[in-house]
C-alpha cells in the first residue's frame, strides 16, 4: 500500500527495512546468495536472534526482511520464530551490551547447522547506539535531494549507495 502510494504521488521515497549502509550490504549480500544459490542450503537449520531496546515489541524488520532470501537458500523460517531478546539483564550479562546503549542498539545473529552438525555458518551484524542510521537517512536525503524531477518512484538504499536507480 505504501509503495502504490509512492507511485501515485508527485514525490519519490526510499523504503527500506533499515539504512544503516553497512547493514544494508549485509542485506544485499544476503540477497544475492538467494537469488545465485538457490536452494544451496536446504536441510540446514537457521536460527536467528535479535536484541533491541526493551520498550520495542515488534521482531526487527532487518530480520524479517531477509526471511525469504533464507528461503530461497533453503531455510524456510517463520517471522515467530526469530528470538527476541529484551531483556537489559541478558543483554548486558549474557550479550555484552554496555549499559550506556541499552536503550538504543541492533544485535543480530544469524546461524546455520547442517543437518549433521559438522557445518556452522555465522553472520552478525551488530550496531550500538544510532549514528550509523543518521548517517544513512542523510546519504537517503542527498539521494532523493539529487532525484528531486522524479515523481511516483519507489528507491531502495542500494539505489542510495550505488547512486543510481533513474
Do not use: W
Amino acid at each position: 500500500k505504501l509503495v502504490e502510494t509512492i507511485e501515485k504521488s508527485n514525490i519519490s521515497a526510499i523504503v527500506a527495512a533499515n539504512m544503516a549502509t553497512p547493514v544494508v550490504i549485509f542485506q544485499e549480500m544476503i540477497r544475492f546468495a538467494a537469488a545465485n544459490f538457490k536452494g544451496s542450503l536446504k536441510g540446514f537449520k537457521l536460527l536467528i536472534t535479535e536484541s533491541h531496546q526493551s520498550q520495542k515489541s515488534d521482531p526487527s524488520g532487518t530480520a524479517v526482511s531477509l526471511l525469504d532470501f533464507f528461503a530461497e537458500l533453503g531455510m524456510p523460517f517463520k517471522k515467530e520464530q526469530i528470538i527476541m531478546v529484551r531483556s537489559p539483564d541478558v543483554q548486558e550479562v549474557t550479550i555484552g551490551i554496555p549499559r550506556t546503549y541499552l536503550e538504543g542498539h541492533g544485535f543480530h545473529t544469524y546461524k546455520m547447522m547442517s543437518e549433521d552438525g559438522t557445518v556452522a555458518l555465522e553472520f552478525k551484524h551488530n550496531i550500538l547506539g544510532r549514528n550509523v542510521y543518521v548517517e544513512g537517512v542523510l546519504k537517503a536525503i542527498r539521494f532523493l535531494a539529487e532525484h528531486k524531477q522524479t515523481k511516483g518512484r519507489v528507491f531502495s538504499m542500494m539505489d542510495v549507495l550505488r547512486g543510481t536507480g533513474i
